[in-house]
């Protein structure tokens, strides 16, 4: 069983920054890949970035070049550095873990990120 607690969201304006962490415990795998999803209002849940053990990251189109996602010293903790935040990057985000070899995610249970125009 594997935990995964959210924090760091919150009300910013359009332009300005934000940093999600997470920080997972329990039987986590050595080698796995753990991310951040979101969810608007009214919309499904979408990736938005993974980093797997060795660092190798992966992004959806909408956040390339603004968001970084990046681990902790202790490889258990992940960051979304969130830079240039618009008003349609309000959602509810969720950090997700998994084994390499497992398709099936643990799940956080999620921090606001509200931007205002």
């Known amino acids: 069983q594997v935990q995964l607690v959210e924090s760091g969201g919150g009300l910013v304006q359009a332009g300005e920054s934000l940093r999600l962490s997470c920080a997972a415990s329990?039987?986590?795998?050595?080698?796995?890949?753990m991310g951040w999803y979101r969810q608007a209002p009214g919309k499904q849940r979408e990736l938005v970035a993974t980093?797997?053990?060795?660092?190798?990251?992966s992004y959806a189109d909408s956040v390339k070049g603004r968001f970084t996602i990046s681990r902790g010293n202790t490889k258990n903790t992940v960051y979304l550095l969130m830079n240039s935040l618009k008003p349609e990057d309000t959602a509810v985000y969720y950090c997700?873990?998994?084994?390499?070899?497992?398709?099936?995610?643990?799940w956080g249970k999620g921090t606001l990120v509200t931007v205002s125009s």
């Open positions: 997700s873990a998994r084994a390499m070899w497992d398709l099936t995610n643990s």
């Open positions: 980093i797997t053990t060795g660092g190798t990251t």
């Open positions: 329990g039987s986590i795998a050595s080698s796995n890949i």
